[in-house]
Structures are given as structure tokens and as C-alpha cells.
């Protein structure tokens, strides 16, 4: 059974940089099916997905943070990481990691369909509060 | 990137069905039927209820359903019961290979 836990400092002071890493076990983050992604949630807020990444290190994110966000991957260690420069107080959110299935056909005894991102399992998400 | 509007509460009786509705653009909900909805209890972290609009992971109660018109797409939950009293976020695919979610419902059993 596939298991993601992230790990990372609880506390940020503003205007530095938020560092967090999701460790996935019961699996390989290589993969060719999925791909990982962080997603936030500020305290009494909805979702907010920041970005994701292949295990060949292609990336998406959020138009809105990719000028603050970077996410890496290492494969050897089955580890998927994030990074938000200059933080602020806005930055606070519970920061989950999880897998997402590729976009792409897919096919199961002969029957292929077209399947889309969508994000199973989730971490049990970290807080990280920004303040000095 | 906006997020999908849901309406922010629903309520119904045990037994009855509900109906959150999930409205976005054609660029995200209306562009591509990569649509998923997500169930979170209080503290915990959010679980797959519905993917690619209307399909069910195994272990998921068919009392889950999942549908799209236009922009917007619906999930509704038949029979309803006090275990499904949670917080419910839509999410889609977008044209620029993001993802974008919904504003989130707070569902209440009444």
C-alpha cells in the first residue's frame, strides 16, 4: 500500500524559504504512470495546488507561485521535495504531498480510455506557520 | 487561475440526496472530463471520492455520484448519512496542464 509522509520545519520565519520533503514508501516514485504533487491548505480555507513533478524532473505550477516555487525529485532516495521563497504570513497552510495519476490512454483488458490527473493517495499534511 | 466556485454549505436529512454543484470555465471543467471530487473530515486529510467526473475508486460507496454539463459538473450523494457530514472540493485539469480546485461545500446532516 502506497504511503506519502511529509516531513519539514513547522516554523518559518518571513522572507525566508519554506523547505519540505515528501518521502514515499509501498512504491516507486519512478514510476511511469504518475507523477507527485503539493497541494496547501491555509487554517479554515479551501485546496490550493502548488505544483507537480514526473520522476524525470519535469514540472508544472502554479501560475500565481512559480515565481517563489521549485520542486525536485530524488529518485534514490524515493523522494519528492518543495521550496517557497520570501514567505510570508500568507504562506501558512497545512502542506500535503500526494500522487497523481498521468494524463494520458490507459487500458485494462483490452478497454482504453482516457484517464486525468487526479491526486490518491495524500499525505496526513504538515503545518508550517510563517512567523518571526 | 480561479478557483471553481461550489456553493459553501449544503444540508439534507439522513436518507436524503444532495446535490454540490462544481462551476468553472472552458477552460478547465468545460474543456476536458478530467474532473475529481475529494471528501475531508475535520483534521484529516483529504480522500478521492470521484474521478474522471463521474468514475468511483474501489472501496468508495456507490451512494457517490459524479457528473458534468457544460461547466459545471455535480456530485450527489443518495441515502444520505451522518458519516458523510464533511467538507467536499471539486478539482480539474486546466489548459495549461495546472490543476485548479473548488472553493470548497461544507456539507451538514441535519
Known amino acids: 500500500q502506497l504511503q506519502l509522509q511529509e516531513s519539514g520545519p513547522g516554523l518559518v520565519k518571513p522572507s525566508e524559504t519554506l523547505s519540505l520533503t515528501c518521502t514515499v514508501s509501498g512504491g516507486s516514485i519512478s514510476s511511469s504512470s504518475y507523477y507527485w504533487g503539493w497541494i496547501r491548505q491555509p487554517p479554515g480555507k479551501g485546496l490550493e495546488w502548488i505544483g507537480s513533478i514526473y520522476y524525470s524532473g519535469s514540472t508544472n505550477y502554479r501560475p500565481s507561485l512559480e515565481s517563489r516555487v521549485s520542486i525536485s525529485v530524488d529518485t534514490s532516495k524515493n523522494q519528492f521535495s518543495v521550496k517557497l521563497s520570501s514567505v510570508s504570513a500568507a504562506d501558512t497552510a497545512v502542506y500535503y504531498c500526494?500522487?497523481?495519476?498521468?494524463?494520458?490512454?490507459?487500458?485494462?483488458?483490452?478497454?482504453?480510455?482516457?484517464?486525468?490527473?487526479?491526486?490518491?493517495?495524500w499525505g496526513q499534511g504538515t503545518l508550517v506557520t510563517v512567523s518571526s | 487561475q480561479s478557483a471553481l466556485t461550489q456553493p459553501a454549505s449544503v444540508s439534507g436529512s439522513p436518507g436524503q440526496s444532495i446535490t454540490i454543484s462544481c462551476t468553472g470555465t472552458?477552460?478547465?471543467?468545460?474543456?476536458?472530463?478530467?474532473v475529481s471530487w475529494y471528501q475531508q473530515h475535520p483534521g484529516k486529510a483529504p480522500k478521492l471520492m470521484i474521478y474522471?467526473?463521474?468514475d468511483r475508486p474501489s472501496g468508495v460507496s456507490n451512494r457517490f455520484s459524479g457528473s458534468k454539463s457544460g461547466n459545471t459538473a455535480s456530485l450527489t450523494i443518495s441515502g444520505l448519512q451522518a458519516e458523510d457530514e464533511a467538507d467536499y472540493y471539486c478539482s480539474s485539469y486546466t489548459s495549461i496542464s495546472t490543476q485548479v480546485f473548488g472553493t470548497g461545500t461544507k456539507v451538514t446532516v441535519l
Open positions: 474522471d467526473v463521474s
Open positions: 500526494a500522487r497523481a495519476l498521468r494524463l494520458g490512454r490507459y487500458c485494462t483488458n483490452g478497454v482504453c480510455s482516457d484517464r486525468g490527473p487526479w491526486f490518491d493517495p
Open positions: 472552458s477552460s478547465d471543467v468545460g474543456g476536458y472530463n478530467y
